[in-house]
């Protein structure tokens, strides 16, 4: 079954804002709907945020290579419409990064504004083949791509997981040459929600804290945060 983004959104604020924080927090009434949800891999999503931190690069990537099947649940893409648009308008230059590509829908959606187009992620999926766009395997917190490399570098549904947020944004600036275009979730913290998260953003100020304050940038709600700062 396949759930729409908008949809998504709209069950997350009704759990993460309507239910009481004493409920939402409890593994025994969490656990029932991710079963529902996950079946199998409903303990891996459970655990996920005890465990994430102590995990070497290799065991993080495996556990995401583990849910493949069910992390597609949204389809091609964790955004919604939205977003896109709002990224499509955003981008500048010939060069465009897709850090967190997944399974490439942004990508390919961004060969429309952008002459090249890379996509990378920690696990590629198979048979990810789109014409003209060249895909990486790669991490975001040491991304293989020289500095400034990117006229635009668009990081999407991605922050949220990563182990060390700091480094990763720091990588982002790095490759950026002249735009950097960010998405993530209004979500806010509970410790067992029906994603991979480690990393929760629900106020405008919280985008700004872990990014840091940068004259000029651009903060939007669509449903999700759509930041955008030129480097």
């Not at 079954?1 to 804002?17: W, Y």
């Not at 656990?31 to 995990?55: C, D, H, I, N, S």
């Not at 990393?199 to 004259?215: D, I």
Request: some cysteine; overall charge negative.
């Amino acid at each position: 079954m396949q759930v729409k983004r908008d949809r998504a959104v709209m069950v997350n604020q009704v759990l993460d804002n309507w239910l009481p924080p004493v409920l939402r927090d409890q593994r025994w009434f969490i656990a029932p709907l991710a079963w529902l949800l996950f079946r199998g891999k409903a303990k891996v999503f459970l655990e996920f945020k005890e465990r994430a931190f102590q995990m070497s690069p290799q065991e993080f990537a495996d556990v995401y290579r583990s849910i493949a099947e069910v992390a597609s649940m949204q389809g091609d893409t964790d955004l919604n419409e939205r977003c896109v648009e709002a990224i499509l308008s955003s981008v500048i230059g010939q060069s465009v990064l897709d850090v967190g590509c997944g399974r490439g829908y942004l990508a390919g959606r961004l060969r429309e504004v952008s002459g090249k187009v890379t996509g990378c992620d920690i696990v590629l999926g198979e048979n990810l083949e789109i014409p003209d766009v060249t895909f990486v395997a790669a991490t975001v917190e040491a991304l293989p791509f020289a500095d400034n490399e990117f006229d635009t570098v668009v990081c999407t549904h991605t922050l949220e997981h990563v182990q060390h947020l700091a480094a990763s944004v720091a990588e982002l600036r790095r490759v950026a040459a002249r735009r950097l275009i960010v998405v993530v979730p209004k979500q806010r913290p509970y410790r067992y929600t029906f994603n991979l998260h480690l990393h929760f953003f629900p106020y405008a100020w919280s985008l700004t804290a872990a990014l840091g304050p940068r004259s000029g940038a651009r903060l939007a709600e669509l449903g999700d945060w759509v930041y955008v700062e030129d480097v």
